[in-house]
């Protein structure tokens, strides 16, 4: 079953924790994407890979990490940088002409 | 950076009535996709429309990317069609295909 995948769908975290979210997808793209979305707003971009070990900031990417060690993965850290992280995490890669397909999405929230 | 206006912000329908989404853009682009977010938050790909008109069952989309809008068409609106609507585009002088996203339109259908 092709798709992207994203893990945990809920997530919480304690003041002063790192987590990492999880994306996986199976749909041979090259490009991974990472973005936010805070209630009643369009999604902002975090971090965006055209190809393995390599990663680009987007527009928020202040308290965020990520790796690309595999074409198939692109985990996100939500580190203790971030000053307000509570949020829903979106999982993109790029098809053809630069198409994007989302995954579920991952909600966030700190205690 | 580019500017992508969505309007209306809300919408609400009677069950079987028509309406139209407008996106407003404000530099030339690669791209442009239409979203439907589902109350559980998925993003589901509608139009991949960078240009001209496409059609898929009640729906259709027509991007007249000279002019810099594209506008989405529903038609015999059904209550599964409420949730949020997103334009967004991939701007022309972007090599990364990341997507910026409007600020969506709410749209609510009642039975």
């Known amino acids: 079953d092709g798709g992207i995948t994203q893990s945990p769908k809920y997530l919480f975290r304690k003041e002063g924790q790192n987590v990492t979210l999880s994306c996986e997808q199976n749909l041979n793209h090259d490009a991974m994407y990472w973005y936010r979305q805070d209630p009643g707003q369009g999604l902002r971009l975090i971090y965006y890979s055209q190809i393995v070990n390599d990663f680009q900031k987007g527009d928020i990417a202040e308290g965020y990490s990520v790796s690309r060690e595999k074409k198939e993965s692109f985990p996100l850290t939500v580190t203790s940088a971030q000053k307000n992280p509570t949020a829903f995490y979106l999982c993109?890669?790029?098809?053809?002409?630069?198409?994007?397909?989302f995954g579920p999405g991952t909600r966030l929230t700190v205690l | 950076g580019i500017q992508v206006e969505q309007s209306p912000p809300d919408l609400i329908l009677q069950e079987g009535a028509n309406s139209t989404l407008r996106c407003n853009f404000s530099d030339s682009v690669n791209n442009l996709q239409w979203f439907h977010q589902n109350p559980w938050g998925q993003l589901i790909n509608l139009f991949y429309?960078?240009?001209g008109t496409k059609q898929n069952g009640r729906l259709s989309a027509t991007t007249v990317a000279t002019e810099r809008y594209s506008l989405l068409y529903i038609s015999s609106s059904q209550t599964t069609d409420s949730g949020v609507y997103f334009c967004?585009?991939?701007?022309?002088?972007?090599?990364?295909?990341?997507?910026?996203f409007g600020q969506g339109t709410e749209l609510s259908v009642k039975p």
């Open positions: 429309i960078p240009s």
């Open positions: 993109a890669s790029g098809g053809p002409g630069d198409t994007q397909y």
């Open positions: 967004a585009v991939n701007p022309i002088y972007n090599q990364g295909g990341k997507l910026i």
